[in-house]
């Protein structure tokens, strides 16, 4: 499914979370503003990931990669984390596209995840 059709979909149901199985990554770079309170939940057989669609987009914008490894549900959480070190593209995008974020509200949410993910790091290694 498109991104754009997902944006679609939560507009006509009126509902801030839609049911998919998936979305096509490359789709991302098609959309404009969207809403932050858009939550599609992926869910194709055994797994589901909850997704922020604006917070995705903005990941994209910075890291297409990541984008597509978190769509992707052949891959876990770990592996995800494994190989770009965030759980979430809310993560992601505290980490490394905060710079893209408008609204004020949200930037200063994410600073404060930056600054606990950045914690958490650190007391991995006991510093």
């Known amino acids: 499914m ?5 944006v679609e979909l939560y507009r006509e149901r ?9 979305i096509d990554p490359d789709s991302l770079a098609e959309l404009g ?9 992926l869910e ?11 917070f995705l987009k903005l990941a ?3 890291n297409p990669d ?13 592996d995800i984390y494994e190989k770009h070190g965030v759980y979430t ?3 992601y995008v505290a980490l490394h596209c905060l710079h893209l974020v408008k609204d004020e509200d949200a930037s200063h949410a994410l600073r404060k995840l930056k600054a606990f993910i950045l914690s958490r ?3 991995d290694h006991g510093l």
């Open 44 to 54: 194709r057989g055994e797994r589901k990931r909850l997704v922020f669609l604006a």
């Open 2 to 6: 498109k991104a754009r059709e997902v």
């Open 66 to 78: 990541f984008a597509r490894d978190y769509l992707d549900l052949n891959l876990s959480l770990e």
């Open 14 to 22: 009126e509902e801030y979370r839609v049911k998919v199985e998936s």
């Open 33 to 41: 503003e969207i809403p932050l309170e858009v939550q599609v939940v």
């Open 89 to 91: 593209e809310l993560e």
């Open 121 to 123: 790091k650190s007391s």
């Open 60 to 62: 994209y914008d910075c």
